[in-house]
């Protein structure tokens, strides 16, 4: 996978984008087979879900600090493949992954932020353990689809955002989540942009992140818990 990252690189910083674009439109064809392939091994089709989630349409420049621009098709792929829950646990955090890039790189297309949005709510909110779903990684997927929500740039402004707003909250101020996952959504929350903010609370909003300091501080934590909650 890293030696295809590295060819995909240094073709898309070719003077011609030919190479680059045959290169991505094959494995557009090919990795989507490997992965509904339940024949080939775990690894094979993590690795593939992996590499369609860092396709780019435009690759970061070899020098300086520019980014790249992920490859919209890929997107579908991603969520559809996450949203699956017949598909190997796995399978889906790779998925899960790639649409966080693509959520941090930025997704042009309204109708796709939206979608990821939701699912990532649905995700953030949910408290049943889905199958085959030890309780450890439920937290995980949790921390990362807030993550994600954060790297949306939500507001809390729309009614979609405020929902957003509202569920950060409620896990900021549960006492009995998981610390770390109380910690993730206030960091979400950071990311937002609260400009212009109508209807937003703030003292609400203060005194629930001034809470899951004194928490976290009560708790007697390990240092690095500490210093990720702070």
């Not at 549960?174 to 609370?201: C, G, K, V």
Request: net charge positive.
């Amino acid at each position: 996978r890293n030696r295809i990252a590295i060819d995909l690189r240094e073709t898309g910083n070719a003077p011609s984008q030919d190479a680059h674009n045959a290169l991505n439109q094959y494995l557009m064809d090919e990795l989507p087979k490997l992965i509904q392939d339940d024949r080939q091994r775990p690894v094979v089709r993590y690795n593939a879900m992996l590499l369609l989630g860092d396709l780019n349409a435009q690759e970061a420049p070899k020098v300086g600090l520019g980014k790249a621009t992920p490859l919209p098709a890929a997107f579908p792929l991603l969520l559809s493949a996450y949203q699956d829950q017949n598909m190997p646990i796995a399978i889906r955090v790779a998925a899960l992954l790639g649409l966080n890039r693509h959520a941090s790189l930025g997704i042009a297309d309204k109708g796709a932020r939206d979608a990821l949005k939701a699912e990532m709510l649905k995700t953030f909110t949910e408290k049943q353990l889905p199958k085959n779903t030890t309780e450890q990684a439920h937290v995980w997927l949790r921390r990362r689809a807030a993550e994600t929500l954060g790297a949306l740039g939500t507001t809390g402004t729309a009614p979609e955002n405020t929902q957003v707003l509202a569920a950060l909250l409620g896990v900021i101020n549960d006492r009995q989540a998981d610390i770390m996952l109380r910690a993730e959504a206030a960091r979400a929350m950071q990311m937002m942009d609260f400009s212009t903010p109508p209807n937003i609370n703030t003292p609400v909003i203060a005194r629930a992140l001034a809470g899951l300091v004194v928490d976290v501080i009560e708790s007697a934590p390990t240092r690095p818990v500490l210093k990720h909650v702070l």
